[in-house]
């Protein structure tokens, strides 16, 4: 099974800030790799897939960049409603999840 | 737009079974593959199972497997997943998502809880 890391574990952030997740794979995942977005109480939301390609109606300022076992879901400048949870999935070699980054109000 | 609403969630005594539904519209149901992904409480996304959209294929998580299965009906594009030998570590917010290229899960329901306690 391929586990995903996810870092920082946190990231407070102000709005307006540029803000760089990290997930790292244990073994390489091609480019089957996507990104998501969960609020509280809320399903969660596909932002990424295959890498860098933006799901329908996500907005520009999310993107998606890496190749091999190194991942970065990049938000150019955060909008108040960016703040959530974000996971990255891998389905090169099974199926799973990142740990998940919280992207708090600084 | 799609829509996919899930039912069946509950409290049930360990060892006990629970069917969960998710019904689905705005969409041909019986092309796509279908999933269901877990979440428990303040803790990350798991995956469950998923069931092919062109063939009878299922697939499942090492946790589940022979207590869980997945199943659908087309006709009345319906996802289904049957849960039994319940067990604590199985509590969780039970979420139908549909499959996009096989890989990813493009469009979710809310979710329904299922909570395992004596």
């Known amino acids: 099974e391929i586990v995903l890391t996810q870092s920082p574990a946190t990231l407070s952030l102000s709005p307006g800030e540029r803000a760089t997740l990290s997930c790292r794979a244990s073994?390489?995942?091609?480019?089957?790799l996507a990104w998501y977005q969960q609020k509280p109480g809320q399903a969660p939301r596909l932002l990424i897939y295959?890498?860098?390609n933006r799901a329908t109606g996500i907005p520009t300022r999310f993107s998606g960049s890496g190749s091999g076992t190194d991942f970065t879901l990049t938000i150019s400048s955060l909008e108040p409603e960016d703040f959530a949870v974000y996971y990255c999935?891998?389905?090169?070699?099974?199926?799973?999840f990142g740990g998940g980054t919280k992207v708090e109000i600084k | 737009e799609v829509q996919l609403v899930e039912s069946g969630g509950g409290l049930v005594q360990p060892g006990g079974s629970l069917r969960l539904s998710c019904a689905a519209s705005?969409?041909?149901?019986?092309?796509?593959?279908m999933s269901w992904v877990r979440q428990a409480p303040k803790k990350g996304l798991e995956w469950v199972s998923s069931?092919?959209?062109?063939?009878?294929?299922?697939y499942y998580t090492d946790s589940v497997k022979g207590r869980f299965t997945i199943s659908r009906d087309n006709s009345k594009s319906t996802l289904y997943l049957q849960m039994n030998s319940l067990g604590a570590e199985d509590s969780a917010i039970y979420f139908c998502?549909?499959?996009?290229?096989?890989?990813?899960?493009?469009?979710w329901g809310q979710g329904t809880l299922v909570t395992v306690s004596s």
């Open positions: 999935q891998q389905h090169s070699n099974g199926l799973t």
């Open positions: 998502a549909r499959v996009l290229s096989g890989r990813y899960f493009d469009s």
């Open positions: 073994q390489g995942v091609s480019s089957s």
């Open positions: 295959d890498v860098s």
């Open positions: 705005g969409f041909t149901f019986s092309t796509y593959a």
């Open positions: 069931f092919s959209g062109a063939s009878d294929r299922t």
